[in-house]
């Protein structure tokens, strides 16, 4: 299970202030903390700015590369010109995720070199020309059509991650079920599946409970990766949890570590 830290995000007030006055040590402080907290990638959203995207992506990515040798960095922009700086920038080739394309054709032709000159993993959100899916079957067809569209003979589909969009349960309460019946839907195109956790409890009280019990739904189902805080310490607990109870865990030996120290 992949974890992407998700706070380095611009439409968090204090992320686009430090971005705003260029604060090194803010930007390095919620890096580090979220990879020793265990996550294995930064997200990294400059998209909500003032200023420049492509100016403010290059700066926080330099930063954080500057202190975290060999940081794998998950870069979250639908622009294609701050995808390219960030990664002609980035300096750990093959460590790096591009969040994201969509079904829309246009757009999978245009990152795809980009992707294969650097070796990237892409996650690809179950949206296309005709917008958001609402059944499971639904965006099992548009992963197909990403699927087909990606194809190439240097391409990877395990590079490939599938989102299928998560909304907030308290405007539709019934997409949970379709999101979490649509994992192993996908999965059988030989393609991973990833979340965005936190939107499911958008507008409603005690979010990191929801958070972490739809997490463990989804691991059941078969989830590989999450865009979550991983500060907030009912996540890593919860991933643990729910590998020592699905036999993903011999002798639960990461379970009793965690425990030892402090980490459940
Ligand atoms: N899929 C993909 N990428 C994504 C998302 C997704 N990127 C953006 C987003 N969704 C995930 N990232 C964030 C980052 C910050 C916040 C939410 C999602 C955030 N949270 C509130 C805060 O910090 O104030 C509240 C958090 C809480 O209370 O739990 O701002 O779905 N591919």
Redesign the pocket.
Known sequence: MIIIG?RI?S??PEIQAAIKNRNVSFILKEAASQLKAGADYI?V?CAQTSGDEVQDIDWVISVIQSEIKDVNICI?SPNYLAIDRALNIYKAKGRVII??ITGEEARIKKILPLIMNHKAKV?A?TMDERGMPKTASDRFEIAKVIVERAKSDVFNPEDLYI?P??RPISTEPTQVKEILNSIPLIKSLGVKT?L?L??V?FGLPN??LL?RTFLSMAIQMGLDAA?S?PLDKGIVSAITASNALLGLDEYCVDYIKAFRVGKL
């Open positions: 998700e995000n439409t968090r997200d959203n979250d969040n994201s996650i959100l989102d969009l998560v990833i965005g936190s939107n409890s979010r990191s958070n865009i805080d």
